[in-house]
């Protein structure tokens, strides 16, 4: 598992621990920045960027001088910190209007700006989610590799996939969703609706290999 959350809130949410069959499930957490995995338990990660600590103090007043619309909210990620602009009244007009002083404030705290579905997470350099997959995929030794995405943040996976099989290994990438994020859908090898999708296909995937 590759996410921009945490990894042992990915844990936490999935209900990954002490599953029988998941015993060589890995998690990445924050993009590759933490690593959790069921053998030991336990989170793995290097220390903190200052900067997120930073831009932590400074968002609730850069935002309010910003004039962010009601319903802007700003979500603790630990590592990272991510502006949501869904809930607010006009949600991309919010989005669009934050994204480049947002910007501006992550460069001058030594972070990037990450866009998202109606998201703008601020974050340390140096670490996607494309990064992170390649040394997994380096690391194990992966013979092939399917990667299911459904936001924007999955790109960097994407172009991870599409070099690896540019370079022989076989894989596949599968947009989860299909309506909000069409920069996944065009390259997706196949699109399924949503969450549910997946679990489908892998559940039919894993059937096919058993009866192979």
Do not use: N
């Not at 990954?16 to 959790?36: K, N, Y």
């Not at 004039?67 to 007009?93: C, F, L, M, N, Y």
């Not at 494309?130 to 380096?138: D, H, N, P, T, W």
């Not at 599409?162 to 370079?167: A, N, P």
């Amino acid at each position: 598992v590759v996410t921009g959350r945490p990894a042992g809130v990915a844990v936490r949410y999935g209900g990954f621990a002490g599953v029988p069959g998941l015993e060589h499930l890995v998690v990445l957490g924050h993009d590759g920045a933490e690593r959790w995995d069921a053998v030991s338990g336990t989170v793995r990660a290097a220390a903190p960027h200052p900067g997120v600590a930073s831009v932590r103090a400074e968002l609730p007043g850069f935002l309010d001088r910003a004039g962010a619309w009601p319903g802007v909210w700003i979500e603790e990620k630990g590592r990272a910190v991510a502006v949501h602009t869904r809930r607010a009244q006009d949600p991309e007009g919010a989005f669009e209007a934050l994204k480049g002083p947002l910007g501006d404030l992550a460069v001058a705290h030594g972070l990037v700006l990450e866009p998202g579905r109606m998201v703008l997470e601020l974050r340390p350099p140096g670490m996607d989610k494309g990064v992170a997959l390649a040394e997994y995929v380096r690391e194990v030794g992966a013979g092939s590799v399917l990667y299911a995405g459904d936001d924007l943040g999955d790109l960097p996976a994407f172009a991870t996939v599409e070099k690896l099989r540019s370079d022989g290994t076989p894989g596949l990438l599968v947009c989860s969703g299909s309506g909000e994020v069409p920069e996944l859908t065009d390259r997706a090898d196949l699109a399924v609706p949503g969450p549910a999708g997946v679990v489908e296909f892998l559940t039919e995937l894993a059937r096919a290999v058993r009866e192979a």
